[in-house]
């Protein structure tokens, strides 16, 4: 069985949570209207109770991940199609 630690156990990291609280400071929000369905809504406020993140920071971080894994996704397609013409070039010499 885990235990639970002690409060005088732990500490406080003060040099990384300034870093970080630089780093949010330096991302800036805008707010914006968007219509989501109903479905995937109450997935995110069920989410956002159980893990006490706010769903509109859930939506935002969604969207963050999403959008880097489509650029990677993109960056490495890109590659393989450079590669792929390489490869055509080799083999039409």
């Given at each position: 069985m885990m235990r639970e630690p002690k409060l005088d156990d732990l500490t406080?990291?003060?040099?990384?949570?300034a870093r970080l609280r630089a780093s949010l400071a330096?991302?800036?929000?805008?707010?914006?209207t968007v219509?989501?369905?109903?479905?995937?809504l109450h997935a995110l406020k069920e989410v956002s109770r159980r893990t006490?993140?706010?769903?509109?920071?859930?939506?935002?971080?969604t969207l963050k991940?999403?959008?880097?894994n489509?650029?990677?996704?993109?960056?490495?397609?890109?590659?393989?199609e450079r590669e792929v013409k390489r490869m055509k070039r080799i083999l039409a010499a």
């Open positions: 406080v990291d003060e040099t990384a949570t330096r991302e800036k929000a805008v707010k914006i219509t989501i369905d109903t479905k995937s006490g993140v706010s769903y509109q920071g859930l939506v935002s971080r991940k999403g959008l880097t489509r650029a990677t996704l993109e960056s490495r397609l890109d590659h393989l």
